[in-house]
């Protein structure tokens, strides 16, 4: 007695399973298989019928009747067919498989038909040797070709002995037996190497399958730990985050909104009360995108913590110091960036910009509109060379007489019709309704800073502002 776990690997291995492979394996390898019929289908539509066809041609004038009507019969039928299905129809859209061996068992009915029909008829020895021949070829050819892995390759040969024992019986001075001989070594020797090819296919597509897991595997690996050290970064990055809000009664209101295109911002926003009371909001936008503009946002971020330490803050001293660092910073690979730097006091407003955007003054009518005043400063990007020109800007606020100053990166100020008075004005009243939400509104592919600072300079403010 064969143990009952031994006949069940048995089985298993007759009918195409593999216990020992995990779900995704096995279906991986039923999508092989389904891509292997397709190919094998596409290529037996576009060449057997032709063959089939045109070898309907040498059996007219070789092939010896009866036989020979039957093999044109089966050619043209089975030609006809293919023609119809692989030229005019999906081969294989629906039940491909079942098509395929239908195609192959009728091909081999027509040839046993054909053999049964020349032995009947007494034909020549050599005639009937060729015919049986052709016949035995013809069932490892359509094993071999056998698109199933399972127990219906056995099926198949066990049916192409039984046709061919069925033609050579009945005939005196034949011997069934030993025709049957060949027949069972034939197909034996076919089913052995389809399982051979089939075992071997498969062995390969699974070390290509587990290969492939692994090598995503690998990348996934590698990706979470670029995610996380992006993270890190990121989290560094914010650790010197700007307060959304500074102010002092009686003189003014800050509000910062900040909002970040990517994991790293290759923008920053910050803000300092000087010793003297004075304030300082610095708005750096680093050149290019990614780690490589993030870098360069920790190096000014460094540079602004270690000034804070400063009894006396000098803005131009402060700027040309940040230019030589990143100057040297970037003697292989570039750290440059554009800034903008407002110092505000009680009565002056000074500017200072690496070719930076202008900020603006919004001073209001008696309409309830806003005269707009842009205030723009020159200077050239930092880290580009040793020294940089710098041409700051210095207003009296008494003379400048503005309720509202706005200084922001080019996320919300990019471009030339964002200069204008109707789009000033309507992102300070958007930013009265909205505060930071705002810059929501502001469809830009990139990071965005905005600074609104509210003036308290008169005794009594209009409506629109006081609300």
């Known amino acids: 007695m064969i143990p009952s776990k031994k006949m069940s690997q048995i089985k298993d291995f007759f009918l195409g399973r593999d216990p020992t492979l995990s779900m995704d394996e096995q279906s991986f390898l039923a999508t092989h298989s389904q891509e292997h019929l397709k190919v094998l289908g596409n290529a037996v539509s576009r060449y057997g019928s032709l063959i089939l066809l045109v070898t309907i041609i040498p059996i007219f004038f070789v092939s010896p009747e009866p036989q020979r009507s039957v093999q044109m019969i089966t050619h043209g039928t089975l030609g006809g067919i293919l023609f119809v299905k692989g030229y005019l129809f999906n081969f294989f859209k629906e039940r491909g498989k079942i098509f395929f061996i239908s195609l192959q068992f009728t091909l081999t009915c027509g040839y046993a038909v054909a053999l049964k029909a020349a ?53 005196p001075g034949l011997k069934p037996f030993d025709w049957s001989i060949v027949l069972i070594g ?93 304030i300082a909001i610095l708005v750096a936008d680093a050149t290019g995108k990614g780690v490589q503009a993030a870098l360069v946002i920790h190096a000014v971020q460094s540079h602004w913590a270690h000034g804070m330490d400063d009894g006396q803050f000098e803005p131009l001293h402060w700027i040309n110091s940040l230019n030589k660092m990143l100057f040297r910073l970037g003697k292989s690979s570039v750290h440059s960036l554009t800034l903008g730097l407002l110092v505000l006091s009680r009565d002056t407003l000074a500017y200072y910009s690496a070719a930076h955007v202008p900020i603006f003054a919004l001073k209001h009518r008696v309409d309830d509109s806003f005269d707009v005043i842009p205030i723009m400063a020159r200077g050239s990007v930092l880290g580009m060379g040793e020294e940089v020109t710098l041409m700051p800007v210095v207003l ?50 990139d990071d965005m800073m905005l600074v609104v600072i509210e003036l308290e300079r008169k005794a009594v403010k209009p409506q629109s502002l006081a609300a």
Request: hydrophobic share 45%; charged share 20%.
């Open 119 to 171: 032995l009947v008829s007494g034909a020549n020895i050599t005639n009937i040797g060729f015919l049986s021949s052709l016949y035995a070829v013809m069932i490892i050819f359509n094993i071999l070709l056998c698109p199933y892995y399972n127990a219906v390759v056995i099926g198949s040969a066990c049916a192409y002995i039984g046709l061919g024992v069925w033609a050579w019986t009945g005939v």
């Open 396 to 445: 009296s606020l008494a003379a400048l007489d503005a309720d509202v100053i706005m200084l922001g990166s080019d996320g919300v100020f990019e471009r030339a019709s964002t200069l204008s008075r109707g789009y000033l004005t309507n992102l300070y009243m958007n930013f009265r309704h909205k505060g930071p939400a705002v810059l929501n509104d502001l469809k830009t592919a």
């Open 186 to 278: 034939s197909s034996t020797f076919a089913v052995i190497m389809f399982y051979a090819r089939i075992a071997g296919e498969k062995k390969t597509r699974i070390w290509q399958y587990r290969s492939s897991k692994l090598s995503d595997q690998i990348k996934q690996v590698k990706i979470d730990a670029i995610e996380q050290d992006l993270a890190l970064a990121r989290k560094i990055q914010n650790s010197f985050e700007t307060p959304e809000k500074l102010t002092e009664e009686g003189w003014y209101s800050a509000a910062f909104c900040q909002k970040k295109h990517g994991t790293l911002g290759g923008d920053w926003l910050a803000a300092r009360t000087l010793p003297n009371g004075d």
